[in-house]
């Protein structure tokens, strides 16, 4: 098991896009509209919020398509803010996204596939625990057992989760079913719903980063990277956007408001119950493609870490017959599935997006120090729009984190010390590092 082995280019400009679509797409699109539609109380508002959104993840997506094109190594994130601002950020970031950003992702999905699964089988909450240990387990043996393995479930899922959305928006459409009831005049829009309603639909499109933590393992990163990027975040807006028609034509805005599970809502209404548990079956394929995502994006980043000594050696090692980073993946499996068990995954839900969206803010603003630094360097694609773009994605990251710090000061808070609680982990690894 060779610590300097390198993990070899296997995945093609399909497997990029599936990676952003599949790490994307878990279970916001059936949950999310709920908490929009209360926030935008309007058919018109609850599109331009989506589209809207979407663009701005986007750009995001593009800052880091020029970045990972530049620094097409394993590791994303961690590679990214190393290189422009040094190794105390990006120990940091990797510190955030081991113990509450990853982590929590994966065991929060995994919970929900149990809740999903319970409307077909009862399970009790220990054996709802036991099904998100088991699908914890599944993913990452998966993908211990080779990138492409772990890269063509991810595919196959995106697949049918896509097609399962395909029917579910063909039914509204074009079968039979009772209009939408009629609504009152709904309520102005405010500032402070449209912001709330943003939020919400900013967590649905949370994920598009996991293909650069795997940029190392792309085939041609010049062009896939960039391109698997740009097709997968245009696939998520567009897919999102046509379930929401979808949504409002079968439920109204005040249907939309008053369902806790949307996409299970507007199934039965077009299909009955059968239709209800269609939707179900396609949320569980959906939670499946994500957790599968972020276990194939996330122990990169720890890998390339370790590969600075920064971590324990071990999780820089790579498997002789798999190759891949095969302690980093059991060791973010081990991690999210005790988080899914002990239920701490819900406290750190808090804090993730609030970090995450700290590190997206760093990392953008870390594009415009490499490029003042390092103007000669390579850059195979360069982001669109920018500085204009990057200057709107910053804009709207940084409202965000400022947002959270007003409405949510304990999570801000926290999270802000959870953060900087990995700042003396940093000085013992560099001691480890002189010694």
């Not at 059936?30 to 589209?51: C, E, K």
């Not at 309520?187 to 949370?206: E, N, Q, R, S």
């Amino acid at each position: 098991m060779d610590p300097e082995a390198e993990l070899p280019r296997r995945l093609g400009l399909f497997d990029a896009a599936a990676i952003v679509v599949g790490t994307t797409i878990g279970a916001g699109i059936f949950l999310v509209p709920n908490l929009v539609a209360r926030g935008l109380p309007s058919a018109p508002w609850i599109v331009a919020v989506w589209v809207f959104t979407g663009v701005l993840s986007c750009l995001g997506a593009l800052a880091y398509a020029e970045l990972g094109a530049m620094m097409p190594d394993t590791g994303g994130p961690y590679v990214f803010l190393r290189e422009a601002y040094g190794s105390l950020l990006a120990f940091l970031s990797g510190w955030t996204y081991f113990f509450i950003v990853i982590s929590a992702s994966i065991a929060w999905l995994a919970i929900n596939f149990a809740t999903y699964l319970n409307q077909f089988v009862s399970l009790s909450p220990l054996a709802s625990q036991a099904v998100a240990v088991v699908l914890i387990a599944f993913v990452t043996a998966a993908n211990y057992r080779g990138v492409k393995l772990g890269a063509t479930i991810q595919n196959v899922f995106t697949v049918m989760k896509v097609g399962g959305l395909a029917v579910l928006v063909g039914a509204a459409f074009f079968v039979g079913h009772s209009s939408a009831p009629p609504v009152s005049p709904p309520p102005p829009v405010t500032m402070a719903g449209f912001g709330i309603a943003m939020i919400a639909c900013l967590t649905a499109y949370d994920g598009w980063i996991a293909l650069s933590a795997v940029a190392g393992e792309v085939k041609a990163p010049n062009r896939n990277l960039p391109l698997g990027v740009i097709l997968g975040v245009g696939a998520v807006i567009a897919i999102y956007v046509v379930v929401n028609l979808a949504y409002l034509r079968v439920l109204g805005p005040d249907g939309i408001a008053a369902a806790e599970r949307v996409g299970a809502a507007a199934a039965g209404r077009v299909l009955g119950n059968a239709g209800a548990a269609f939707v179900s079956v396609t949320a569980l394929l959906s939670i499946v493609g994500g957790a599968n995502g972020w276990t194939l994006a996330g122990p990169r980043l720890f890998f390339a870490q370790a590969r600075d000594g920064l971590l324990f050696q071990s999780l820089a090692s790579v498997h002789p017959r798999f190759q891949t980073p095969h302690i980093a993946i059991l060791a973010l499996g081990i991690w999210s599935a005790l988080l899914a068990v002990t239920g701490t995954y819900e406290t750190l839900a808090a804090y993730a997006m609030y970090a995450t969206w700290v590190f997206y803010l760093l990392t953008a603003l870390g594009l415009v120090a490499l490029r003042h630094r390092q103007p000669k360097r390579p850059r195979p694609y360069r982001m669109t729009g920018y500085p204009v773009t990057l200057a709107l994605f910053a804009l709207v990251a940084f409202g965000f984190i400022l947002n959270t710090f007003v409405s949510t000061p304990g999570p801000a808070i926290t999270g802000t010390l959870i953060m900087l609680a990995g700042m003396p982990a940093y000085f013992w690894w560099k001691a480890r590092l002189r010694a």
